[in-house]
Each structure stands twice: as C-alpha cells, then as structure tokens.
C-alpha cells in the first residue's frame, strides 16, 4: 500500500476502461505501473476579480514535483464519484468547504512521466470563491498556492512551461479559452 509523506494511506482507486467505464480497483503503483486507465480529477479556483489560484506541488510529492498545477485535484477512490473527490480534496487539499462545482468538461489522457504510465479520465471543475477566503494548505502535497492573473500565465508559461504540469496546460487551453494560451 502506497503511503503518503504524512504517513497516512491511499486506499485504491477507481479502475476504468477506455470508454471511462469503471470496471475495479487498484493501488496507484500498480495503476501506474500497468498503465492503467483510472480516474482524476482537478478544481480550478477563480476570485471575483478573474485571478486563478494555483499550488506549487510538494518537492516530495510522486508525479510532477515542484511543478504549477491546478488548486487541488486527486485521485477517484474507489467508492467514490468524480464530484464527491473534487470536494473532498478542495477540502482537504485547500480548506474550503460546501462549496458549488461547475463541471467543465471531462478529458482522457495518456503520457509517461518517468517510469509511470499514466492513463486517466480528467473531470475539471471551477469554484469561485471571494478572495478573501481563508484558505489552509496541505503541507505535504502544497509547497504554496498564489492567485494569477490572466496575463501572468501567458508570461510564466511562454518562458517556463516546463514548470506547469501537462494536464494544467491541457486544461486551461481546453476549459479556459479566453485566456489565448
């Protein structure tokens, strides 16, 4: 069993066909190791103002260290919907509670990162909240969260996109075409 940095314990996910059919369940090692098709999802933050909240992800965290990626985002347990993880881990991962989704879209995806093969159905979500909201981090996963403009994702990720995971590209070019990327 995979065991987070903060020593508690991922249960198994969701094991999908490639029609995102849910046909069981695996540890994410061996998810990833076998390529899997599993399930994921991602919460995309907006203030008032327009501005996106994004994390840095951990140093010790398995895929994409120390790279931008949406506010929060997980792995579907099994047991669980697409809606009940993307609230679940707004809450765990960032401290907001009872909150209202917008489902934007959902997308399937395929890359290597390393040794792990990674074959997954993504279900992006927005939440908009005042700016103002207390948020409270995971330490473990989060190394920092910070609101972006539209327009400082055009600069950041023109002259560093290797610094923004793949599937926070994918997302905003698909889910957020106003912002050009």
């Known amino acids: ?3 987070r940095m903060s020593s508690h314990k991922y249960p198994p996910v969701v094991v999908v066909n490639e029609n995102d059919n849910e046909i069981g369940a695996a540890m994410l090692d061996e998810v990833h190791q076998k390529g899997l098709y599993h399930r994921i999802v991602s919460v995309f933050v907006e203030d008032e103002e327009g501005r996106m909240l994004l994390q840095l992800r951990g140093p010790n965290v398995k895929v994409f260290p120390n790279c931008r990626d949406q506010a929060a985002g997980g792995h579907v347990d ?3 919907s697409y809606e009940q993880t993307a609230k679940n881990e707004a809450a765990e991962e960032l ?7 917008k489902e ?3 997308h399937r995806s395929n890359l290597q990162e390393g040794e792990r ?4 159905f993504e279900r992006a979500y927005l939440v908009r909240i005042p700016h103002d909201t207390p948020l409270k981090l995971q330490a473990d996963e989060i190394s920092t969260l910070r609101w972006f403009k539209p327009a400082e ?9 290797e610094n923004f995971t793949p599937g926070l590209l994918y997302c905003l070019q698909e889910y957020f075409p106003a912002l050009n990327l």
């Open 1 to 3: 069993m995979l065991t």
């Open 78 to 80: 099994i047991g669980q």
């Open 95 to 101: 401290g907001l509670y009872d909150i209202t989704l």
């Open 104 to 106: 934007l879209g959902t």
């Open 117 to 120: 093969t990674i074959n997954q």
């Open 153 to 161: 994702f055009k600069v950041e990720i023109a002259a560093h996109p």
